[in-house]
């Protein structure tokens, strides 16, 4: 192959990375015990693209630090979370609590997001590309419920 057709199927190629790494942000979410503010690692966390959470969700697991990092596509505004098998620190009863959390993305990648917490006073600092979602283990008694 020719330096000149080299350079031209190089700069095709740096042309396409750049263009898919512009189409998607990264996100992270990190997965907090809302009692103590501890990791949840294991933890899995439904999240919806929009203002509602209309499935199929995208799934996610916190690793053992309680972190799961989300490609969100340029296009994506605002994006919806809840967890299974958890029970969520923010406040509300019925399952339309959730859609009422809706979090701009811009607000996660500028400054941060830390989610509301009525678990406890636990509360963590804002980190620029975070989303800082409580939760709390299950009692025995909501899980002969669940």
Not at 18 to 25: D, R
Not at 36 to 52: A, I, Q
Not at 60 to 80: H, Q, W
């Amino acid at each position: 192959m020719s330096r000149v057709a080299t350079a031209f199927v190089i700069a095709i190629a740096m042309t396409t990375l750049v263009s898919s790494a512009a189409a998607e942000q990264q996100i992270t979410i990190r997965v907090v015990d809302g009692r103590d503010g501890e990791p949840l690692k294991g933890t899995m966390v439904d999240l919806w693209f929009g203002t509602r959470a209309i499935p199929p969700p995208v799934q996610v697991i916190a690793a053992d630090d309680g972190k799961a990092t989300v490609a969100i596509p340029d296009s994506v505004e605002t994006i919806v979370i809840a967890a299974q098998g958890v029970a969520d620190c923010r406040a509300g009863k019925q399952k339309s609590y959730i859609e009422k959390n809706v979090y701009r993305v811009q607000d996660i990648l500028h400054t941060g997001v830390v989610a509301q917490n009525v678990c406890s006073k636990a509360k963590d600092q804002q980190t620029r590309g975070v989303l800082i979602f409580y939760v709390r283990p299950l009692h025995w008694w909501e899980k002969m419920h669940d």
